[in-house]
């Protein structure tokens, strides 16, 4: 399926949900948070079907999130893109860092 599809199914979750149409930012960046911990803790525990799910369910809050705001996932990861792929660095133990 692809990402814009999925989107659209995730959106129509919300409203099914009663997420949307006015999704809370605080509630959401919460839920956010709680998922990024489940990551971690899936991590730690190096188990790849919580793994998958917490980044499944992360993706979904960012969803809202952005919908909260009257934008796209699409467009917030373009704007990203278009700010890293001009950002110089290098990697230092496993991460990237970028030049000031």
Not at 10 to 29: C, R, S, T, V, Y
Not at 70 to 88: M, N, P, W, Y
């Amino acid at each position: 399926m692809s990402l814009s599809k999925l989107e659209l199914e995730i959106i129509n979750w919300g409203f099914e949900k009663g997420i949307l149409p006015d999704p809370n930012p605080h509630a959401q960046l919460t839920k956010t948070f709680e998922e990024v911990d489940e990551l971690s803790m899936a991590i730690t525990d190096n188990d790849t079907k919580e793994i998958k799910d917490a980044i499944g369910d992360i993706f979904v809050t960012l969803v809202m999130q952005a919908q909260a705001w009257g934008f796209t996932v699409e467009e917030c990861a373009q704007a990203a893109l278009d700010v890293i792929s001009k950002r110089t660095g290098k990697m230092v133990n496993g991460v990237f860092v970028k030049d000031d």
